[in-house]
């Protein structure tokens, strides 16, 4: 066992994978014996990823806020703490917050061989993000 004290600075989230305010907290880091990366990934209001794929699929498992999150070809969802959703490998999509809330959510993966943990592709537009989302009943 060890404990890792609280020692990586948050970084902020670059403007290449990102559109709008978004800061990362390394939670688990790959190693030579463990592909696992999660990360704590803290969405201001309007923020979002761009649209990208990861190559083993991933986890975001949403714990603050009201967030939004979306594959190619299908409609927005909007999701909130609780809710975990899995995106396939290879699977296009994004994911941020509400234009109205922060949105925090851990996202775990697994990286490929080289070690890489996604593809990056455009930002997501203001009239992509604008969409209205699927009606939720809760
Ligand atoms: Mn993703």
Known sequence: MQVIRNSLD???????????????DTVVAPTAT?????????????????????PNGQTIYVTEGVGLAQCRGAPIEVI?????????????????????????HLAMLEVDEAGNN??????????????PPVPTTW
């Open 10 to 24: 948050t970084t902020p989230g670059p403007s290449t994978w990102f559109t709008g305010t978004v800061f990362i």
């Open 34 to 54: 463990s592909r696992l990366s999660a990360s704590l990934v803290h969405f201001a209001p309007g923020a979002r990823t761009a649209w990208h794929t990861h």
């Open 80 to 104: 909130r703490p609780g809710d975990r959703v899995t995106f396939a490998p290879g699977e296009e999509h994004w994911h941020g917050a509400a234009p109205n809330r922060f949105m925090t």
């Open 118 to 131: 996604a593809t990056w592709g455009v930002h997501v537009t203001d009239e992509e993000y604008g969409q």
